[in-house]
């Protein structure tokens, strides 16, 4: 019982891609036909994100304290010289890692960031199947497409 | 300079799209576009003859491989690229009498760069050695064409880009669902990477779902029956460049990676041997070529015709895939090689009618043989290479496939395979009769033999088909290396 709810993420996964992909195929209207399939990509942002994610863990944004490269805010000024001795420490690769950089867990940072390249991806889609709705629109007159069938068939 | 050259074939048509928007002029983002498509062709056909050294492996911006984007030339995306490129050059020569008269003034430069970016998408699925990056390229190149069909002629176009726009994004996307289970068992994108970690996880049910996803993604965008219902409308109603270079390119570039996604990160041993995939493709790709053949017979329009002949042809190439071995590997790649030609050439020929009569209804045709011999001599010598005569290039791969399939055994798929070539006589025959057999309408009449500018890259591609018909050392020769090493491949990931 807990392995189906645990995985609650993937079940909405799945709910909105087949509510999107349904509405692909079942709609006769463009637009919504659109939004179908923007839902059925949403959907797929969701499952990359959704296993980019470990449990407990961060945002991987690496801090100063943990041998990082970048002066942390709350190491303040009179750190700066033991600071840059980790840092050459690391260079060398015997840095000391304190208790804390053990405990810090990262979430894998690779899913979200493949996921704007798609989002970017579905945005071009979006907007190049509106401007070609628009046009068929000027067309045809209508965005219904048993019509725009109809009138196809009757010219 | 010379190591740069695997990712200057990206990035300069990538960089010039934009600039071609930029400058607007129309006849001087011709003749810019006709110089990028031909380096670009120059710089394909480098890196095939550095291929004798061994493959290229190319880390963008010098991040070592797993960790960055990997380009990745051997024979078998060297040869893709080449014929890419080749078509590409050879058909942007052949438009602007074409595009002066299909595509309004206004939008010429904005062509042009969609043609680049369809270009640039084509070629980096070939080259690139990353998984997502496949997936960014894959859009890349739909995107433009979807944007390049819907500028056709008539009011269809945009309806029939929208439906490929809506089926190809659910292609894709399965694609991208696919690349996500993957990453998510491997956690690496890297095609060889993945390749090698696979091993491991290859029993869970993830895999099995992964690759799924991935193979129905890739039929769509191949047009494998029975998902190729976008495609008649789409190569009907785009302009006729457009046709000529996406019925030559695109679907052939999915078809690279299947290929790629069976042979380099799947292994054949997965895909056919767990998996029944190879029965499956057989009957996928017989029902196809019988299916679309017949319908090729039925249809009224020129272009339609070949469109359903197109889907026919795919499934030559994934036979020779389903078979598994050198001589079917090489039968399935040099089919695409040939096919390309072939489709190109005839693509071509139609854009010539196109021009000249202004209608490809055959009952319009009725009669063109007189009024536009050479055009219609060059769709006889087109037609008998997609028939698969001797000394022409469908005759090479078809045999191979052929002898292949003797060998396996496969009696069944050889016959069947010689009837479906009396399917393509048919076809082909009756546009011979319509035009040569048949009183003149009185479109075909009146028309004017097409201009030379059009004729002689239409007879470049078309006598292409008979040299590579009688000398086949640059098309079954380099398909056959890249096959074995596809096989050797896959060979050595089985020993580990």
């Known amino acids: 019982m807990t392995e189906i709810l645990g995985l609650y993420n993937y079940w909405i996964v799945i709910f909105l891609m087949m509510t999107g992909f349904y509405i692909v195929i079942a709609r006769e209207n463009l637009i919504k036909t659109i939004i179908g399939l923007n839902i059925f990509q949403t959907s797929v942002f969701l499952l990359y994100i959704t296993m980019g994610k470990v449990t407990h863990g961060t945002a991987p944004i690496l801090k100063a304290s943990h041998g990082g490269e970048s002066h942390g805010v709350e190491h303040g000024v009179e750190h700066g010289a033991e600071h840059g001795h980790e840092l050459h420490a690391a260079a060398e690769g015997h840095v000391d890692l304190g208790v804390d950089a053990v405990k810090e867990v990262y979430s894998n940072p690779i899913p979200s960031v493949l996921m704007l390249t798609a989002i970017v991806v579905g945005i071009a889609t979006t907007a190049l199947a509106l401007a070609l709705v628009v046009r068929i629109r000027e067309e045809y007159g209508t965005i219904e497409e048993d019509e725009i069938l109809e009138m196809d068939r009757n010219s | 300079m010379i190591e740069q050259l695997p990712v200057l074939v990206i990035v300069i048509p990538l960089m010039a799209a934009p600039l071609f928007v930029l400058i607007g002029n129309r006849k001087l983002v011709l ?82 760069a969609s043609y680049l970016l369809c270009m640039t998408g084509l070629l980096g699925m070939c080259i690139t050695g990353d998984l997502f990056n496949v997936f960014v390229f894959l859009e890349i190149s739909s995107l433009s064409s979807y944007a390049l069909i819907s500028l056709g002629k008539t009011r269809r176009a945009p309806l029939a880009a929208l439906h490929y726009l ?6 894709a996307t399965f694609f991208l669902i696919g690349i996500g289970l993957l990453y998510q068992m491997t956690g690496t994108l890297n095609m060889a990477d993945i390749a090698s970690r696979l091993q491991a996880v290859e029993s869970s049910r993830t895999m099995l779902v992964a690759f799924a996803f991935m193979t129905v993604g890739l039929f769509i965008k191949m047009a494998v029956f029975p998902l190729h219902t976008w495609l008649p409308n789409a190569y009907t109603y785009a302009p006729s460049v457009v046709t000529c270079f996406i019925a030559a390119t695109a679907t052939k570039v999915s078809v690279y990676a299947f290929i790629r996604l069976i042979y380099v990160i799947f292994t054949p041993q997965f895909a056919f041997e767990r998996l029944p995939l190879d029965q499956a493709l057989m009957a996928f790709s017989l029902v196809g070529i019988f299916v679309a053949s017949t319908a090729a017979i039925y249809q009224t329009n020129i272009k339609r015709l070949l469109a359903y002949s197109s889907v026919a042809q795919i499934g030559y190439m994934l036979l020779g895939i389903s078979m598994s071995n050198v001589g079917g590997l090489t039968a399935g790649i040099s089919h695409m090689f040939n096919h390309a030609l072939i489709k190109g050439g005839l693509f071509m020929v139609v854009g010539c009618f196109a021009l000249r009569i202004g209608s490809l209804k055959l009952e319009d045709l009725r009669g063109a043989g007189k009024t536009m011999p050479l055009t219609s001599f060059a769709w006889v010598v087109g037609g008998l290479g997609l028939i698969g005569v001797p000394m022409t290039a469908g005759f090479v791969s078809k045999w191979l496939l052929l002898t292949s399939a003797l060998s396996l055994e496969l009696w069944p798929v050889a016959v069947l395979m010689l009837l479906s070539s009396l399917l393509a006589v048919v076809y082909i025959w009756r546009v011979v009769e319509i035009l040569y057999f048949s009183p003149a309408s009185h479109l075909a009449q009146t028309a004017k033999e097409a201009p030379m500018a059009m004729l002689i890259p239409t007879y470049i591609v078309i006598g292409s088909t008979i040299v590579f018909g009688c000398w086949t050392v640059y098309s079954a020769g380099i398909a056959q290396a890249a096959a074995k090493s596809l096989l050797g491949i896959s060979q050595a990931g089985g020993i580990q």
Request: with cysteine; charged share 10%.
């Open chain 2, 166 to 171: 809506i089926i190809g994004t659910v292609g």
């Open chain 2, 31 to 112: 003749l810019l576009t006709q110089l990028v498509c031909w380096t670009v062709f120059g710089i394909t056909v480098s890196l095939l003859s550095r291929m004798q050294y061994g493959p290229i492996s190319y880390e963008l911006g010098g991040w070592p491989s797993p960790y960055g984007i990997v380009y990745s030339v051997d024979y078998l995306s060297a040869f893709v690229m080449l014929f890419v490129s080749g078509l590409a050059a050879i058909v942007i020569t052949y438009a602007p009498k074409s595009i002066d008269q299909e595509v309004h003034h206004s939008k010429h430069s904005l062509f042009y």
